[in-house]
């Protein structure tokens, strides 16, 4: 190392400095150089023993707290598996993780894919891959053996496989390995969520009453509300959520959308719950009051947020659209029919181009997205890189906070310009070097 850059990072002066590159820790003789460059350099064993792959250099720091020299970042993106069709949907998952690879290389450090099955507790190693585009619609995934990582971004893209008994194995002997940090770690319960963030008053007004269902609570909904929603815990994209529309005489007229829209009715609670219990198939789920939603173009409609930390964690938005529901259905879901319109259009119609009103409108929604967002992580204290907020309006134009994901679907196709869907995928990387302790340039 170069005496300038010693004295610049506080490194004590030593024959021997330990040295880390994500959990591969080892000691190492140290040479110092009269050199006024800031630099460093390492042996080619010594590269080799701390299994760096990346060809540009990498960023050192020195890490006070545990006294060692730390090499970096190395970023690990956990996915169940890496599909390798010859040809992909824009929209698919295959389409995100290639998008995120590629991006990666413009960023500091290095980023692979792993999955659960690629690990080697023992050595500390996984099998990790990075996709090599051989031409604009074709490439593969290259494989080689790191070190595990000092950030794992967690995309893995199924409750099923989440729920499985050995990724739980899996994921919780990440969070607790020396040095790693471990974010977006699961799917949000939508009963959880309900419950953290009713902790803080000041979310309140914009939490529909929310209640787990049973046929005593939907009775009292049911005398209080017109209309009802009905949605899995853990339900995702809209799958077996059931509207509920109450009559005068209290009979219960309901849709249920799984694979398609189904109706039916009820004389009572009891007989709803009989009537769907084979579509909830023992599910639990959670009653939500439905809102007196504003229409754009003859349909219902909610704001959807990415939100997402910065190079500096800090919570910014990073998009912003509008879903619209398809003719006569209440749920705005992309994958359910839906259609996108730009957030700036149709609040521009909804308070009739009222500059000062669309302003405050904007700058309370971004309020409320970070009240949300701290007020999760603070009572689940579980660490969150990004959010997919869905927010509605009602027809007096006040905000409704409908749900929240942790997992939000990026596509890398998009109505918005293309340097919005490239921040989309680079803020949870740019996080991910934040929380492993270096510096990064924000684009």
């Not at 060692?68 to 824009?90: K, W």
């Not at 290095?110 to 099998?127: C, E, H, L």
Request: proline share 5%.
């Amino acid at each position: 190392m170069a005496e300038a850059l010693i004295n610049k990072l506080g490194v004590p002066l030593s024959d021997t400095v330990k040295i880390r590159v994500g959990a591969k820790m080892l000691t190492t003789r140290l040479k110092i150089r009269n050199h006024h460059l800031k630099t460093y350099m390492l042996s080619p064993q010594l590269a080799k023993a701390l299994l760096l792959r990346r060809r540009k250099p990498m960023q050192i720091r020195y890490d006070i707290e545990n006294e060692m020299i730390h090499i970096g970042p190395t970023i690990g993106i956990l996915s169940n598996y890496l599909p390798s069709r010859a040809t992909y949907n824009p929209k698919s998952l295959q389409a995100e993780l290639i998008f995120l690879s590629n991006l990666s290389r413009s960023l500091p450090g290095q980023t692979y894919f792993f999955t659960p099955s690629s690990i080697n507790w023992a050595n500390k190693t996984v099998r990790g891959s990075v996709y090599h585009q051989i031409s604009p619609d074709k490439g593969s995934w290259v494989s080689a053996v790191y070190t595990l990582p000092d950030v794992v971004y967690d995309r893995i893209g199924s409750r099923k496989i989440e729920a499985q008994a050995k990724i739980r194995h899996v994921k919780r002997n990440l969070m607790n390995f020396p040095y790693l940090k471990y974010f977006n770690p699961a799917f949000l319960n939508k009963w959880s969520v309900h419950q953290n963030l009713i902790t803080n008053e000041m979310l309140m007004p914009y939490l529909p009453e929310t209640h787990l269902l049973n046929r005593s609570n939907l009775e009292e909904m049911a005398a209080r509300h017109k209309t009802l929603f009905l949605k899995p815990c853990n339900g995702s994209q809209g799958g077996g959520i059931i509207k509920v529309n109450v009559g005068e005489n209290g009979k219960l007229r309901y849709t249920i959308n799984i694979k398609g829209r189904y109706s039916g009715t009820a004389d009572n609670p009891a007989e709803f719950m009989k009537k769907t219990h084979a579509a909830r198939r023992r599910r639990p789920y959670i009653i939500q009051q439905g809102i007196n939603l504003s229409f754009f173009q003859k349909s219902t409609f909610d704001i959807r947020i990415i939100f997402q930390k910065n190079h500096h964690g800090n919570w910014k938005i990073t998009k912003q659209f509008v879903r619209l529901a398809p003719p006569g259905s209440s749920i705005a879901n992309i994958s359910r029919g839906g259609k996108v319109e730009t957030s700036k259009r149709v609040l521009a119609i909804l308070f009739k181009n009222n500059r000062k009103i669309i302003h405050a409108k904007n700058h309370e929604l971004s309020e409320l997205c970070e009240l949300v967002a701290e007020t999760l992580e603070s009572s689940s204290q579980k660490l969150y890189g990004e959010l997919g907020l869905d927010v509605g309006i009602d027809k007096g134009g006040k905000f409704w906070l409908i749900e929240v994901n942790s997992k939000p679907r990026k596509t890398t196709e998009t109505v918005h310009s293309q340097g919005i869907v490239r921040n989309t995928f680079r803020r949870p990387l740019q996080y991910a070097i934040y929380l492993a302790g270096f510096k990064n340039r924000p684009k």
